[in-house]
């Protein structure tokens, strides 16, 4: 019966999804994060080393403890971040296409 105008004009267009825009930066991320562990490995390598040299009665059980669980579950951390950032060179380079110095589709001319 009574029709009332809407506020605001039409209905609203949508825009696609874009990724956020950190992901520009992630790559650059994952290396800075993998370089700062990568620097904390050998700190935990040299501590391992003093408590099994002190010869202590408890260095050795947490020497291996710190191996164990800080060492090795670092080193397996440090490991698929440089698979994941490799994973993402890959993507970008393939999402980008062949290079300008790279080979071409042309024939002889």
């Known amino acids: 019966m009574f ?12 825009v696609p999804p874009t990724p956020p825009a950190w992901s520009d930066d992630l790559p650059r991320y ?8 990568r620097a904390i490995l050998p700190v935990i390598s040299v ?5 099994r040299h002190q010869n ?20 397996f951390e440090i490991e698929n ?4 950032l490799a994973a993402l060179h890959c993507r ?3 999402r980008e296409g062949p290079t300008q110095d ?3 589709q042309e024939g002889p001319t």
């Open 47 to 51: 501590s391992i080393m003093a408590l």
């Open 30 to 37: 994952l290396r800075d994060h993998v370089r700062r562990l």
């Open 92 to 94: 970008t380079r393939r």
């Open 56 to 75: 202590a009665e408890l260095d050795s059980d947490i020497a291996n403890v710190l191996s164990e669980h800080a060492c090795h579950a670092l080193d």
């Open 102 to 104: 790279g080979p071409t």
């Open 3 to 14: 029709e009332t105008p809407r506020e605001g004009g039409g209905p609203a267009h949508t």
């Open 81 to 84: 971040f440089a698979s994941i």
